[in-house]
């Protein structure tokens, strides 16, 4: 899935392709089966599948306790005590009543009293004796038998707590993941689709394989209404069946009495009924107005990662892979689409039709399926046998030309490159009007949102850049994800990480015009700062519930996993032995599932004639644990000194960590560094290692082009030679070299490792820089310090950044034209600085973006704003309440995607407090805003202060709302969260946000994204605390 969707600043920071809807209900309710054997039907023996069980005593199985409820040890062990002192009690009560000292006793008679000796032994003797007693009471009967009690068998599991179905029957399941006894074979779907009622009725007829013998069969489905349920075995007669629903797990199960046995053939066959979605996911409904006013409804799909099972039932996991015949019944009005084409057309006698489409030619994962019933157009041209459709609503069909010609390129290059042809007949690309992620990769009908396939003719070739990106990313799925899956959600980065990479790999083949080098360089800076804090997680990870199915869509799957990919390909003697490890792993697991080790084991064996490195030992390091490097240079004449350490921004010096990694480090020096034949590379496997150079160096540049995941600190002597060598040549170093000096010595920092005092050294020599990658890096580190100040209300400080960023970049910023600008470098770095100096409220640039405004609006759309100063322009615009109303009244009828949605964001760029509740309920609601749009209007209007207290409200008041549109854990809710408290570092903002997440609880509390923005803000406030005095005296 392509989670992007747009370029510039939130391209860096979004991953690609992530909706779907995570379902979070009360625990179920619990019985213990040893409590009453006669209460409840008897349960076959376990499958061999279940590997995993929960003990009885680690639930509690008593009802209606409250949320204060103490652990189950603490429970068991005061029930325990509690009871055991009644008995003591009661007991000693009655002694108490037979031999109270304040009870009259009777004279003595005629026996003498005894000693106290002979009372002792007595006592003595009546103690051992009730001892005996109770341990022969207590005993087992089997004690005392020839045979003797057996033994247990610590070997059986134990028995797994089952949890109540909505029926109230025990449901026979108790985990997350399916049993591995059934194999679905082939799934045959009849869609009967009403969009008048917005409903749908479905018959599923699933067919299976009995793998190991088994009473029961799990799977999936969620708000499906099953109204018929039939099952056979082998060749057998059909007979009803009761299916029994678990909601919390959205698993489906039936039970049977006799054991199906393994190598048997079986055949489940489902009707049921549903709503569509009124989220992003599942099957779902989306609309549009048409050129004539009239509002279109349509009916799409969005099944990633979980939401298969909201439109038919099925074994949704990417494991359980299996053929598809689809059948979809429409009004005559309507198309249907789907991932194979269609074989015909039936005319029913209710007067609708039945399109059917071919049995897929591949097995498919699930979350692979797509159907459309929509009133589309398209465009058409056959490509290698394959014919290719781009297909969008009927007023924009003039914007489909560009994707056709670019996904045509692509799909010839990814043929070759795989040396594997793309294995369907047809590949459709639609553009649906309601669409949460980037786009979809779904074999065969790949969804985007509008704006990232819709681009005109006149577009500039940044928007283009954009597109094309999302269209390479998906396309890569068609091979890795699509044709060889991972196993399962923690192994996503195979998926995502692979269509990363060859999205930027294959645009720099097919379309080096569009220079997505600088775009991939800013993504792996974005990469590391996330995977810097302690609340990351390693590139393979465990997922064990469906909110963190959902996590797993970030930039550590996507981006940190394109990097490591980057690293290892660059580490690779020549251009193609990567190339050719990937052929193999392609073959090798074609219409398979694997995991990572599958990968670099592939790799390995491909790179054993060059005996040049072990692949699975070196990148296991990156994969199996979180974060990345430190690596610190110690140059002496000709002798380095590399020392590794975990890179770890956290404010908590407890956190200790011995993690190494298999670092191939690259390095430059004075006497050769620009040329790629200037690399050389060292090995660094320990904590540390020492190598020597031919020669004395003034200074030595690690991390040649930044290709490896890791940061470098040169020590104080190292920085000064390198700030000296760019004060005196700028170009000294490649472009991406100084990009990535300047991230790092940031990055060092926000740690601790370098004074504030450094990072100004190297500073000075910005006024110099006149490329593209280092001067949006520095842009962005100096804005982020002036927007923390901001919402510091450190507003004099504030002020003299403001003046100092606008200084540092003034020579540079007269230089940029306010006219059409075909280099797609020189677009990023004007967009990037004209933004900038507006936002800055530079006087000369605000005038030239109010007159570019004004003619645009006079013109009536027919002066066309250059594509990459439409955002700039907008912004503006959107400043004043005259031209903001003009603005909106834009955005309403605007045709061209890319540039309503640059409208949108200079909407919500007001300062306005009437317009800001406008735009955030009119998104809530999905009128005129689409609530698709909600992170990115909420990502904007927190760039200032006033704007971002008001969208910090909204989420407070609105939070419930929020996820029900948007999945708890899903890209859309990390984007909101970290919008919101990004740039917060005091210690009043960090309480308030505490405050409000952990009252959450199972609505949002345990997010990791909630932990991320916490860590965030801690390290914020210890970075400001330590250098507001240098920024007093600095500024």
């Known amino acids: 899935m392509d989670l992007f969707d747009s370029n510039s600043s939130e391209h860096a920071n979004l991953p690609r392709n992530m909706i779907e809807n995570s379902m979070f209900e009360e625990e179920p309710d619990v019985v213990d089966l040893a409590k009453d054997s006669t209460a409840f039907p008897t349960f076959p023996a376990l499958d061999p599948d279940e590997v995993t069980y929960e003990p009885r005593s680690s639930r509690l199985l008593v009802r209606g306790l409250g949320e204060n409820d103490m652990d189950d040890d603490e429970e068991d062990c005061e029930s325990s005590a509690r009871l055991l002192g009644m008995s003591f009690m009661n007991r000693s009560s009655a002694h108490r009543s037979n031999s109270s000292p304040y009870t009259r006793q009777a004279p003595p008679r005629s026996c003498s009293r005894p000693s106290s000796r002979t009372?002792?032994?007595?006592?003595?003797?009546?103690?051992?004796?009730?001892?005996?007693?109770?341990?022969?009471?207590?005993?087992?009967?089997?004690?005392?038998?020839?045979?003797?009690?057996?033994?247990?068998?610590?070997?059986?599991?134990?028995?797994?707590?089952?949890?109540?179905?909505?029926?109230?029957?025990?449901?026979?399941?108790?985990?997350?993941?399916?049993?591995?006894?059934?194999?679905?074979?082939?799934?045959?779907?009849?869609?009967?689709?009403?969009?008048?009622?917005?409903?749908?009725?479905?018959?599923?007829?699933?067919?299976?394989?009995?793998?190991?013998?088994?009473?029961?069969?799990?799977?999936?489905?969620?708000?499906?209404?099953?109204?018929?349920?039939?099952?056979?075995?082998?060749?057998?007669?059909?007979?009803?069946?009761?299916?029994?629903?678990?909601k919390p797990r959205q698993q489906l199960a039936v039970n049977f009495s006799e054991e199906l046995k393994a190598g048997q053939y079986c055949v489940l066959t489902m009707e049921y009924s549903a709503n569509f979605s009124n989220t992003y996911d599942g099957f779902y409904n989306s609309s549009y107005i048409d050129k004539d006013g009239n509002k279109r409804v349509l009916a799409a799909t969005q099944f990633e990662p979980l939401s298969a099972r909201k439109a038919f039932p099925c074994f949704d996991e990417p494991a359980f892979k299996a053929t598809f015949l689809i059948k979809i019944s429409r009004k005559k009005t309507y198309m249907t689409l789907s991932n194979m084409p269609k074989a015909k057309s039936t005319n029913l006698s209710n007067g609708l039709v039945q399109d059917e489409f071919e049995k897929t030619s591949v097995n498919m994962s699930t979350y692979l399926v797509a159907f459309i019933v929509a009133n589309f157009t398209s465009i058409t041209k056959n490509v290698s046998g394959t014919q290719v459709s781009v297909y969008s609503v009927p007023e924009k069909i003039g914007h489909t030309e560009y994707a056709l010609t670019i996904t045509s390129k692509l799909l010839e290059f990814y043929n070759n490159f795989f040396d594997i042809n793309y294995p369907l007949k047809k590949l459709d690309l639609v553009a649906i009007p309601d669409f949460l992620a980037g786009a979809m990769e779904n074999w065969g009908l790949i969804t985007f949102r509008e704006t990232t396939l819709l681009v005109g003719n006149e577009s500039s070739l940044l928007e283009k850049q954009v597109v094309a990106s999302v269209i390479a990313h998906e396309l890569a799925h068609q091979w890795f994800g699509n044709l060889v899956t991972m196993r399962w959600w923690n192994d996503l980065w195979l998926n995502e990480g692979f269509a990363t990479y060859m999205e930027y790999m294959s645009l720099q083949e097919v379309s080096p015009d569009l220079e997505t080098g600088n775009l991939f360089l800013s993504v792996r800076f974005r990469a590391l700062d996330k995977d810097a804090l302690s609340?990351?997680?390693?590139?393979?990870?465990?997922?064990?519930?469906?909110?963190?199915?959902?996590?797993?869509?970030?930039?550590?799957?996507?981006?940190?996993?394109?990097?490591?990919?980057?690293?290892?390909?660059?580490?690779?003697?020549?251009?193609?032995?990567?190339?050719?490890?990937?052929?193999?792993?392609?073959?090798?697991?074609?219409?398979?599932?694997?995991?990572?080790?599958?990968?670099?084991?592939?790799?390995?064996?491909?790179?054993?004639?060059?005996?040049?490195?072990?692949?699975?030992?070196?990148?296991?390091?990156?994969?199996?644990?979180?974060?990345?490097?430190?690596?610190?240079?110690?140059?002496?004449?000709?002798?380095?000194?590399?020392?590794?350490?975990?890179?770890?921004?956290?404010?908590?010096?407890?956190?200790?960590?011995?993690?190494?990694?298999?670092?191939?480090?690259?390095y430059v020096n004075d006497s050769c560094s620009l040329a790629p034949e200037c690399r050389q590379v060292f090995t660094l496997k320990n904590k540390s290692d020492t190598f020597k150079l031919s020669k004395n160096v003034t200074w030595l540049k690690l991390n040649y082009k930044s290709t490896g995941f890791y940061i470098v600190d040169y020590g104080k002597d190292g920085w000064s030679a390198l700030t000296e060598a760019l004060s005196k040549n700028v170009s000294v170093l490649t472009h991406e070299d100084r990009a990535s000096l300047i991230h790092n010595i940031f990055a060092l920092s926000r740690l601790g490792r370098v004074t504030f005092r450094q990072v100004l050294n190297l500073q000075k020599y910005f006024s110099l820089e006149t490329e593209t990658s280092p001067v949006m890096e520095a842009l962005l580190q100096l804005n982020n310090i002036y927007r923390q100040l901001e919402?510091?209300?450190?507003?004099?400080?504030?002020?003299?950044?403001?003046?100092?960023?606008?200084?540092?970049?003034?020579?540079?910023?007269?230089?940029?034209?306010?006219?059409?600008?075909?280099?797609?470098?020189?677009?990023?770095?004007?967009?990037?600085?004209?933004?900038?100096?507006?936002?800055?409220?530079?006087?000369?640039?605000?005038?030239?973006?109010?007159?570019?405004?004004?003619?645009?609006?006079?013109?009536?759309?027919?002066?066309?704003?250059?594509?990459?100063?439409?955002?700039?322009?907008?912004?503006?615009?959107?400043?004043?309440?005259?031209?903001?109303?003009t603005l909106f009244n834009m955005y309403v009828h605007a045709t061209y995607d890319s540039e309503k949605r640059k409208m949108l964001k200079g909407l919500a760029s007001t300062q306005n407090p009437q317009r800001l509740v406008?735009?955030?309920?009119?998104?809530?609601?999905?009128?005129?805003?689409?609530?698709?749009?909600?992170?990115?209007?909420?990502?904007?209007?927190?760039?200032?202060?006033?704007?971002?207290?008001?969208?910090?409200?909204?989420?407070?008041?609105?939070?419930?709302?929020?996820?029900?549109?948007?999945?708890?854990?899903?890209?859309?809710?990390?984007?909101?969260?970290?919008?919101?408290?990004?740039?917060?570092?005091?210690?009043?903002?960090?309480?308030?946000?505490?405050?409000?997440?952990?009252?959450?609880?199972?609505?949002?509390?345990?997010?990791?994204?909630?932990?991320?923005?916490?860590?965030?803000?801690?390290?914020?406030?210890?970075?400001?605390?330590?250098?507001?005095?240098?920024?007093?005296?600095?500024?």
């Not at 002020?799 to 990023?828: C, H, P």
């Not at 990037?832 to 006087?843: I, R, T, W």
């Not at 973006?849 to 004004?854: D, I, P, Q, R, V």
């Not at 709302?961 to 969260?977: C, D, V």
């Open 535 to 666: 609340s990351s997680h390693a590139v393979s990870t465990d997922v064990n519930t469906t909110e963190q199915v959902e996590e797993m869509f970030d930039s550590v799957s996507y981006e940190k996993g394109a990097s490591i990919l980057l690293m290892l390909n660059a580490s690779f003697p020549g251009d193609q032995q990567f190339r050719k490890g990937i052929i193999e792993y392609l073959k090798q697991f074609s219409g398979l599932n694997t995991d990572t080790d599958d990968l670099w084991n592939s790799l390995t064996q491909t790179d054993k004639p060059t005996h040049h490195m072990n692949v699975s030992q070196m990148m296991t390091s990156w994969t199996s644990q979180k974060g990345f490097p430190l690596v610190t240079v110690n140059l002496m004449g000709n002798q380095v000194t590399l020392t590794q350490e975990h890179f770890l921004l956290t404010s908590d010096n407890t956190t200790h960590t011995s993690s190494l990694w298999n670092i191939p480090v690259t």
């Open 119 to 246: 009372i002792v032994v007595c006592v003595l003797f009546l103690v051992i004796v009730a001892s005996m007693t109770m341990v022969l009471y207590f005993l087992p009967a089997c004690t005392f038998t020839k045979a003797g009690c057996p033994k247990p068998n610590k070997t059986n599991p134990i028995e797994p707590v089952y949890p109540i179905s909505t029926n109230g029957e025990l449901f026979p399941w108790a985990q997350l993941r399916l049993p591995q006894s059934i194999k679905p074979l082939s799934y045959d779907l009849t869609l009967n689709p009403d969009l008048d009622k917005m409903t749908f009725t479905g018959r599923t007829v699933i067919n299976m394989s009995i793998l190991h013998s088994t009473n029961r069969i799990v799977f999936h489905g969620a708000n499906l209404s099953i109204t018929k349920a039939t099952f056979m075995l082998g060749d057998g007669q059909a007979s009803d069946v009761t299916v029994l629903e678990y």
């Open 791 to 885: 919402k510091r209300q450190e507003s004099n400080l504030a002020s003299r950044m403001k003046n100092f960023i606008r200084g540092t970049f003034r020579d540079l910023i007269a230089n940029q034209t306010w006219d059409k600008e075909e280099n797609v470098s020189k677009q990023e770095l004007r967009s990037a600085l004209l933004e900038m100096a507006c936002s800055l409220n530079d006087e000369n640039c605000t005038h030239q973006a109010t007159s570019l405004f004004k003619k645009y609006k006079d013109s009536n759309g027919t002066i066309r704003i250059p594509g990459d100063l439409q955002q700039t322009v907008f912004t503006v615009a959107g400043q004043s309440d005259e031209t903001w109303d």
């Open 918 to 1035: 406008q735009i955030l309920s009119s998104g809530l609601r999905g009128s005129l805003i689409q609530t698709q749009e909600l992170p990115l209007i909420i990502s904007t209007m927190c760039q200032s202060f006033a704007g971002c207290l008001f969208a910090w409200d909204f989420i407070q008041e609105n939070w419930d709302r929020l996820i029900e549109k948007f999945p708890i854990g899903s890209f859309a809710i990390q984007t909101i969260i970290k919008s919101v408290t990004s740039q917060s570092s005091t210690q009043a903002q960090l309480n308030k946000v505490q405050a409000f997440f952990s009252g959450l609880k199972e609505r949002g509390s345990q997010m990791r994204s909630v932990q991320e923005a916490l860590e965030t803000i801690k390290l914020n406030r210890d970075w400001m605390d330590r250098n507001l005095p240098t920024l007093r005296r600095w500024l």
